[in-house]
C-alpha cells in the first residue's frame, strides 16, 4: 500500500507542473496588471513603472516562470503583492478556516444524505422517492448566497441566536467556535444534500438489483437487514468517489459562504487574490488545492477496497 | 519583523476572547474589506487609510469646508514670496512610545518620505518629478517645536496636498523602521495605537491615552482628535447584505457605507440612525475623443444631451446623490451656479446631431465593471436612455482589474468610472486632463484648458481660481470628452442610543475620535 | 411506445417533464414577445410590488420582472444547455479516445485534466471570460471547460471497460479503422452514464450561473438571466421580496424538474433495470 501511495504521488508530479503552467499562463492572459492595482488611486505612471520593476513583471515571461518555479522548488511559495506577507501564512491561515466548515458540513450531510437515498432507492418510484428527491433539490436549488441571506436574517436579526459577523478557531475555543460556524454550516449542508442523496439513491439501485440482495432476500432475512447489512456497504462505495470530489472542490474555498458570513478562509483569499491580480498568492493557493485534491482522491482510493472487496489496489 | 508582529497578535488573540475585568468601552465598526498594510501612504487602500488616520497624523488636515485646518502643527506661516512655510507643532504631542514630537521628528519622516527607497507612491507630489510645481528644497528644524519647508517656487496648493488622505503623509518616530530598514508597529502621533490585527477578520485600535488634542474644535480631519472609547474594532464584513444584517442584530455599532438601496429600510428600522453625506467623489462617463466615431464632437454631445442626470442618480444612488456636471464639489468652497451647467437632456437635439454627424446605428461599446455599484448601475441606465435615442450601445461588464486597466491605457470608447475624492478642483482635474504624450489615461486636453488648469495651481487668489475653474469647466461642456454625471453620496448607519458624538463629514471617511459609547 | 413504457408508473418521469416543457415554453415565448422591453428603464417605477400592469411588480430599474423572467428564461436556459453540450461534445470525444488509445497518449491526457480538475471553477471562469470577452458565450465555455474533464473521466473508464468486449474485438477483426470501430461501437455504448451525468450537470449549471453573477463574472446586464436575477436581488431581501421571489422559484422548479427527469432517465436506461 505504501509504495503505491507513493507511486501516485509521484504521479501527481506532472499534474502539478500543468496546474502550475496552467495557472501561470492564465494569469497573464487575463488582462489587469498587479503594478497598477497595488498603485491605485494615486495617479503615476512612474509609481506603477517602479512596481513592475520591483516585481519582476518587467522581465519576459520565461524568466518569471523560471523564477517562479525555481522559488517553489526551494519551498519558497513568495509574497503577497496586496499585504507583503509569505503567501505560505496567508494558506496556513485561511485553510483551517475553509477546512473546518467544509469538513463539518461534508460529514453532517454524509449521515442525512447516505440513509436518505437509500431509502429513495427502496420505496424507488413512491410519492416517498419523489418527496425526498424533491426536498434535496429544494435545498440545492436556493443559490448558498440567498440561503446566507435568509439564514442571517432568521437567527442572526430576528431571534437573535447567532452571531452575525466574527469567527474564532474551534481549536481555541471549541464552544464560541462552533457558534460561530453553525450558520454556514448549514447553508453548506443544503447544497451538499441533494448531491450525495441523488448519489446515494443511484448506487443503492444498482446494488439491490444485485444477485446476493436476492439471495439475502430469498433466505428470509428482514428488508431492515437487507438494506443495511448487505446494500449499505457496496452502495457507499461510489458515493465515496463523488464525496471525495466535493471535499476536493470544496477545500478549495467556499468563496461565496465566507464573503456571506465574513470568515476569513481561503475562497475569499484567492477571490480577492484573483481580483487584485495578485500573482503569488492565486498560484500559491492553486498548487496548494491542486495538492489538496492529489492527496484527497489518494485517500479515497485507499478507502475504496474497505467498502468495496472487488476492488484490489 | 512582520513575523514577530503576527505572533505576537496570535499570543494575544487568547487574551482578548476572555471577558475584560475593567468595564471597558468599545466600538464595532464594520468596513467592506480588510487593510493592506500599516505601512501608510506606501501600501495602502481607501480602507487602510481610514484605520491609520486615526493612528497616524500629518502635520494639516481637512476641515469639513474642504480647507486645510492643524492637526499637528498647531499653526504655520508662509512667508511673503509663498516659497517658506513655517509650522509650529502642537503642544505636548507625544508619540506612542512617550517620546515628545520635535521637529527633528518631522524632518526625518518627512526625509524619509521623499526618499525613493520608502516608496511614498505620492512622493512625485512633492519632490518635483510628478509635474506638480512643487518641490520642496530642505526641511529646516528652527527650533524643538518649529520646522521650515522650503519649496522652489510659490504653490496654492501645497498644503491641500500635504492634507491629502490618500497620501497620508504622517509623522513617525524613528523606532517605527527597524535598523535593517523594516518596518514595526507604527509609532505615530494620533489618538489611538494598533492592538490587534487578525487579517480578513478585524484590526483593533485602543485608545492612546496619554494623546494631547489640539484646542481648536473637531473640524473634519483637522483640530481636536480627543479620543473617548477604549476600544474600536474594525470587522470586515465584505458582503453589503451581511453587514445590514449584522447591524440590525446589533453585533455592529456602526456601519460604514451603507448599500444605499438599503438606506430607506434600515433609517425605518427601530433605534438605527442613517448619516448620509454628498462626498466631493465624482462619478463621470468617458468619452474617448480619439476613437474613429467619438471624435465627431457632435456624437459626444448628442450622448451627452440624451443622459437625464436626475434619472441616472435615481438609478444609480436610489436618488440620494446628487447631479453635478462638475468637477467642482458642491462643499468645496469655489462651488457655485456655473458649475451646475452641463448640456442639457433633449432627447431631440440628441437625435438632430446624430443626424448632421451622419450616426448610422454603428455599435458603440460602453465599459463600465461589476464591483462599482455606481459604475454598474450608472451604466446599465446610460445604456437604456442611449438605446432611446437611437445609439446603439453595447454594454461590456468587466472586472475592475481589467478596466482599470483598459482606462489607464485609454483603450475605451465610452466608460463609466468613478474618481474618489479629491478636495482641490485642480487635483480633481489633474486626473484626466494632461500631456497625451505623457500619459494615456488623459480623457480631456484641450490646450487652452490646460493652460488654465497650470493656471490654478500656481494661482493663490481664491476669486481668480474660480473664475479659472469655470472656464475649465464651460470648455470641457462644450467638448464633451467628459461628461459629469454625479457627486458620491456615502450613508454611514448607527445606534445612536449607543453611539454618540458620531457625524458624517463632507469627504465621508468616518471618524471615531470624539465619539463616546454608552456602557 | 418508447414513452409509454418510459412514462408508465414513473411519477418523477411525469412531474419532470411537465415541469421542463413548461419552462422551455416560456422560453420560447420569451423569444417571440414579452409585455414589456425586458432591459428598457422605467425609473420612476422602480420597485413596484406586482399589480395588473406588472404582474411579477418591478426591480430597481424600473424593467418588467416577468418580461425579464421570459427572456431569462431563455438565456439560462441556453447557457445551461450549451455549456452541457460542449462539455459532453469535449468529455465523450477526449475520454473516448484516451480509453480506446490508452498508453501515453491516455497518461498525458488524465493529467491534464487532473490539472484542469482541480483548478477552482472561479478562476477558470474569470480567466475564460477574461480572455474570450464578457458576455453568454463566455460563461458557456467557462461552466463547459470546468465540467469536461468529470464527463471525461467518466467516458474515459466505460471504454476501458468496453474496449475488452469481444464486439469490440470482433470488429477490429473485420478490418473497420479504429475511427471507425470508435464512433459505430464504443461511443454510442457509453451513452448512458453520459446522459445521466449531462442531466445532473445542467442543474448544477444553472446554478454555478447565479454564483458567478454574485461575484460580478455572470452574463453582463443588462440581459438578463434567472441567476443573475437572484444575485441582483439579494439586497432587497426585506424590501422588494417579489424580485427574488420569481426567479427563485423558476430555478428550483427547473431543478426539481431536472432532477426528477433525469432519476427516471437513468432509471429507465440502465439496462439492468429494463427487464423489471
Known sequence: MLSYSLRRLALALPTLLLAGILVFALMRLVPGDPALMFVGDVDDPEAVIRKRAELGLDRSLIEQFLLWSGSILSGDLGTSVKTGSPVATEIAESFPVTAQIVLIATFLSSIIAIPLGMIAAWKQNSSLDVGIVGFTTFCLSIPSFWMAVILLTMFGVNLGWLPTVGYVSMTENLLEGALYLIMPVTALLFTELATLTRMSRASTIDVLR?????????????????????????????????????????????????????????????????????????????????MLYVVINLAVDLLYPAFDPRVKL | MKRSLLSCLAVSAGITLASPAVAETSLRVSVNSDIRSTQFGVNRDGTTDTVLHHVIEGLVAYRDDLSVGPLLAKSWEVSPDGTAYTFTLRDGALFHNGQPVTASDVKWSWERLLNPETKFVCRNWFDGTGGTGIKITSIETLDDKRVRFTLQEPNALFLSRMAHMVCLSGIIHKDTVGADGSWNNPIGTGPFTIKEWRKNQFIELAKFDRYVPLKEKADGYAGNREPRVDRIRFLVIADPAAAKAALLAGDIDVLTNLDLDAVEEVKNAKGIRVGLNITPGWEVMLMQDQDPLLKDKRIRQAIAHAINRDEIVLAATAGLGKPNPSAVAEKSSFFGKDFQQGLSYSPDKARQLLKEAGYKGETIKLTSNAQYPFDNKSAIAIQSMLQRVGINVELEVLDWATQFKNYNEGRTQLMVMGFSARPDPTLM?????GDRNKRKNVYYADEKALEALAQSSTTADPEKRRQIFAQIHQRMIDDSSVMGLFNFVEADAFRPERVKGFEVWSLGKSRFWGVEVAK | MIFQRFFRKRINAKIGALLLSFFIIAALIGTIATPYDPVLMDIRARLKPPSSEHWFGTDQFGRDILSRLLVGARESLTISFMSVLCALGLGVTIGAASGYRGGSFDRGTMAVLDAVMAFPGLLLALGIIAVAGPGKWGVVTALGLAYTPGITRVVRSTVLSLREREFIDASRALGNSDTFTLLRHVVPNCMTPVIVMGTSLFATALLSESALAFLGLGVPPPNPTWGGMLAESKQFASTAIWIAIFPGVAISLTLLGTNLFGDALRDHLDPRMNGQ
Do not use: C
Request: aromatic share 12%; net charge positive; glycine share 12%.
Open chain 1, 210 to 290: 444485485l444477485d446476493y440482495i436476492t439471495h439475502a432476500r430469498a433466505k428470509g432475512l428482514g428488508e431492515r437487514t437487507v438494506l443495511w447489512k448487505h446494500a449499505f456497504p457496496n452502495a457507499f462505495a461510489p458515493t465515496l468517489t463523488v464525496l471525495g470530489l466535493l471535499l476536493g472542490h470544496l477545500l478549495g474555498g467556499v468563496v461565496v459562504l465566507e464573503t456571506m458570513f465574513s470568515l476569513p478562509g481561503m475562497g475569499r483569499l484567492m477571490i480577492g487574490a484573483i481580483f487584485a491580480r495578485d500573482y503569488p498568492v492565486v498560484q500559491g493557493v492553486l498548487l496548494f488545492i491542486v
Open chain 2, 429 to 433: 482635474y489633474d486626473v484626466f486632463m
